[in-house]
């Protein structure tokens, strides 16, 4: 955790929406020396879930990491919640904001591995080899994705993910049943 200073001072999470996001507000909110803290999430909300938890005192929502006014608006963000340090946790954004002064402390992921964990089907790539990939089938083709699936051993219901890049906070998640 990256130290602010002595004040209580809110929390900003960049990535709020996504699974990762959530975690850690999760944690935050056990965690005996930063349980109270305000916690403010920011994310492009493609995951509508995120608002129903009540895991963050306020939700605020942001442009995608390659929009013109991405920098500024979070920068207004820190500004107007007085943020004592940021979290950055969707990958693309990570890569975006690595060499960007916001004027508080930030954590986040190093870029070599943003690069990877960015693109899901990277993931998949990368963890293949050792054996840590989760069952997965890569590349459907739309016409008879159902067949590829079965002859994948891949029964209904199942989740449908896009593996491209950006895909994160539940944008490309589909229930197939």
């Known amino acids: 955790m990256p130290q602010s200073n002595d004040s209580n001072r809110p929390i900003l999470i960049l990535g709020a929406a996504s699974p990762t996001g959530r975690s850690f507000a999760r944690g935050l909110r056990r965690s005996a020396k930063y349980g109270g803290i305000r916690l403010i999430g920011g994310d492009v909300f493609h995951n509508p879930y995120t608002s129903t938890e009540g895991l963050f005192d306020v939700l605020v929502r942001t442009p995608r990491f390659d929009a013109p006014n991405h920098v500024e608006i979070i920068r207004d963000i820190i500004r107007r919640f007085d943020i ?81 890049a950006g895909t994160t906070s539940g944008a490309g998640s589909y229930l197939a049943n």
């Not at 340090?85 to 960007?100: G, H, K, P, Y």
């Not at 004027?103 to 963890?127: H, M, R, T, Y």
């Open 84 to 164: 004592g340090a940021c979290l950055v946790l969707a990958e693309l954004e990570a890569m975006a904001l690595a060499e960007t002064d916001l004027s508080v402390p930030v954590c986040l992921p190093p870029p070599a591995f943003s690069a990877i964990a960015g693109n899901k089907e990277d993931v998949f790539q990368s963890l293949a080899p050792l054996g840590l990939a989760p069952a997965h089938v890569n590349n459907l083709e739309s016409a008879n994705f159902e067949a590829q699936l079965a002859a994948a051993g891949v029964s209904f219901p199942v989740w449908l993910r896009l593996g491209a």
